[in-house]
């Protein structure tokens, strides 16, 4: 089974603090990504990564920076929290299968900035 | 602007029934196509894939693709209560890695 882990499950920090949320998957998948979900808005990609040092951005990359240094991590880095960045953070990781590039998901990080 | 599109609902059917859920996308070069099951406040969950048109069933799911008609839908036969969740669909363009995500549908499958 393919196993993506979060660093953390509910995360508080304070406007203005940089925050770190790391993703780690254990299938030796090429992509991985990182998005957001807020309620009426979706899943929002903000940043993916085809490849270890590779990334490209995602549909909504302000505010936001990834590091990818090894294949099985995937690192999203807010550089200074706001809190319009309040939301659900998560990550996914996907590999061929041999007919679709499936995607599967780490449990999510609920962030809260105040 | 490439599109998902579902309907919102909540679709709500009795246990026991068929609930049906429709998806339907915008660009025509789509290739793989995704059923994910989000329960709330958990991250969604993988149902099926399926990129050749016709069916697909796994279990009680059975996926079905119209490219001409540029259409998935997910059918889950007997529902049951533990089925309540919003179902996301999810379309793969061309050689994109990305996913284009559609809003999800409400499904509330009643006692």
């Known amino acids: 089974d393919v196993k993506v882990t979060q660093s953390s499950r509910y995360l508080v920090k304070r406007t203005g603090e940089k925050v770190f949320l790391e993703c780690v998957q254990d299938?030796?998948?090429?992509?991985m990504f990182w998005y957001r979900q807020d309620p009426g808005l979706g899943l929002r990609l903000i940043y993916f990564s085809y490849d270890v040092k590779m990334k490209e951005k995602g549909d909504i990359p302000e505010g936001y920076s990834v590091s990818r240094e090894k294949k099985e991590r995937f690192s999203l880095i807010l550089e200074s929290a706001s809190t319009n960045q309040t939301s659900m953070y998560l990550c996914a990781s996907s590999g061929w299968t041999g007919g679709a590039y499936e995607q599967y998901f780490g449990p999510g990080t609920r962030l809260t900035v105040t | 602007q490439k599109e998902v599109e579902q309907n919102s609902g909540p679709l709500s059917v009795p246990e026991g029934a068929i609930a049906s859920l429709n998806c339907t996308y915008s660009d025509r070069v789509s290739q793989s196509f995704f059923w994910y099951r989000q329960y709330s406040g958990k991250s969604p969950e993988l149902i099926m894939s399926?990129?050749s048109n016709g069916d697909k069933e796994d279990g009680r799911f059975t996926a079905q693709l119209n490219k001409a008609s540029q259409y998935v839908s997910l059918l889950i036969r007997d529902s049951q209560p533990s089925d309540s969740a919003t179902y996301l669909c999810?379309?793969?363009?061309?050689?994109?890695?990305?996913?284009?995500w559609g809003l999800g549908t409400s499904l509330a499958v009643n006692p």
């Open positions: 399926i990129y």
């Open positions: 299938m030796d998948h090429e992509n």
């Open positions: 999810a379309v793969r363009a061309g050689n994109n890695r990305k996913l284009i």
